[in-house]
Nanobody, 129 residues
């Protein structure tokens, strides 16, 4: 069973930075799509960023230019670098994995949550203004 464990969440001031990490216990096959999602209190879960085995990345419009998704395959770790944080970035952040193929959205959009099989437990990010 694949396990995803997020870390790095914290409370920061607006304008600050955080880097989230997601440790992946194993990869299945050579094609995959990894994503970051977030869910604020009282709101639906939304896709933040995704990356696939080809290195293709996609971002939500609200984070473009501020967030960067990356991975270190040697460490089986997915990252989300978050800069210029805003209060509206406050949410629980989750990483997700799908090993059935590449990200369906390409560069245009983050694949929806139902396309991911494995999920982490989440890490809280709180941004105060």
């Amino acid at each position: 069973q694949v396990q995803l464990v997020e870390s790095g969440g914290d409370s920061v001031q607006a304008g600050g930075s955080l880097r989230l990490s997601c440790a992946v216990s194993e990869y299945i096959g050579s094609a995959y799509c990894m994503g970051w999602f977030r869910q604020a209190s009282g709101k639906e879960r939304e896709g933040v960023a995704a990356i696939d085995a080809d290195g293709t990345t996609s971002y939500a419009d609200s984070v473009k230019g501020r967030f960067t998704i990356s991975e270190d395959n040697a460490k089986n770790t997915l990252y989300l670098q978050m800069n210029s944080l805003k209060s509206e970035d406050t949410a629980m952040y989750y990483c997700a994995a799908d090993f059935q193929g590449y990200c369906s959205g390409g560069y245009s959009h983050v694949p929806p949550s139902y396309q991911y099989t494995y999920w982490g437990q989440g890490t809280q990010v709180t941004v105060s203004s």
